[in-house]
């Protein structure tokens, strides 16, 4: 123990001030409960529970019977940042060129590059809020300055432009947000989007981050980018991957279309840390985005079926107040009605205490809001079975009825 003591004050203060992941965390939680003989169900990662789609793994055999085992350019194989350009164009109305898209591995990291390469100490990023559990840590990584903008279940989880403007400082030097959004699954609308695009054009220093990760899950119509907007064009980086709408969470790959000077100096942070990413996978990557894509409507369609399943189940446990999740693949509960309340055993103080009591007593991982930035709501992924999703509700919602 005193070893362990001083071994930990040898780390960094950048990795002492860093929290995990929470949802690794309560995964890892979920799989050590597992292996003491409980029946879990995890509803706490963000991974689809659909295979790869076999066209696209075939693409990757393919490609290693090729030989395409080598290293790889930093910013990606010419062929797959041809390919999203082409998808860029195809579905987000973007132009770029090629030199400035980069392919790293995994979107996470191509969040990290951006952030790394813009912000310096005591530099802000205005982040909106819910928002990704990694956002505000790889901000402080980079010493920088997390600037959390809320909105809660009233506003269905979006911030609105207003709010985005008074957050702004001299300071300011990113604005970060997904759509679809995790946690929520909510979806910024193209008036929504352009009026933050306003907002953010008239501040030159401010650089837009936007996470589109689930932009094939999306339940209500089009996809709108914001860096079509005319005047943030050339001031977004659009941020996307293969994990959420291809199922390909293990083959980890990402990519950002960027200003040219954003996209050089990824490539150079990207450069120093990994290099280039999996060959073969990329390879596969091009396929997939130039090939048929009924696997990811078919996912899509899934997805929201089950989205309507889960609403319909939660809507009958008392105590749960839930909006309509427009995207992606998660429900975002605001469960403060259990605060203060306990079975006997254990009380429930907040979203962290109410995570674990369904973790402990209903055998399912959920997640907490705390790490998403909503200290009243929980997460629950409904990337999962039909059979799994009843089962786990049906849980917790007897386990919510032990409270008083």
Sequence with gaps: MEMELVASSLLSRRIQRMEESATIKMAQQARDLAAKGF???????????????????????????????????VPGLVELRKAIQTKFKRDNNLDFDINQIVVSNGAKQSIANVILSLIDEDDEVVILSPYWVSYAELVKLADGIPVLVHADIEQDYKVSAEQVEAAITDRTKILLFSSPCNPTGSVYAED?????ADVIAKHEQITI???????????VGKHISIG?????????????????????????????????????ACNKMQGQITSGATAFGQKAAAYALLSDMTPSWEMRDAFLKRRDLVLELVSKVPGFKVNKPEGAFYVFPDISSFFGK??????VNNADDFAEYIL????????????????????????????????AIERIGAACAKLK
């Design 39 to 73: 029946e879990v169900i995890d509803l706490s990662l963000g991974e689809p529970d659909f295979d790869t789609p076999a066209h696209i793994k075939e693409a990757a055999k393919k490609a290693l019977d090729e030989g395409f085992t080598k290293y790889t350019p």
């Design 192 to 196: 929504e989007l352009k009026a933050i």
């Design 209 to 219: 981050i936007s996470d589109e990760i689930y932009e094939y899950i999306n339940f």
């Design 228 to 264: 079509a907007f005319e005047n943030v064009k050339d001031r977004t980086v659009t941020v996307n991957g293969f994990s959420k709408g291809f199922s390909m969470t293990g083959w980890r790959l990402g990519y950002i279309g960027a200003p040219k000077w954003i996209a050089d």
């Design 342 to 347: 306990s079975d006997g055993n254990f009380t």
């Design 360 to 391: 402990h007593n209903a055998h399912v991982a959920i997640v907490t809001g705390s790490a998403f930035g909503a200290d009243n709501c929980v997460r629950f992924s409904y990337a999962t079975s039909e059979e799994k999703l009843r089962k």
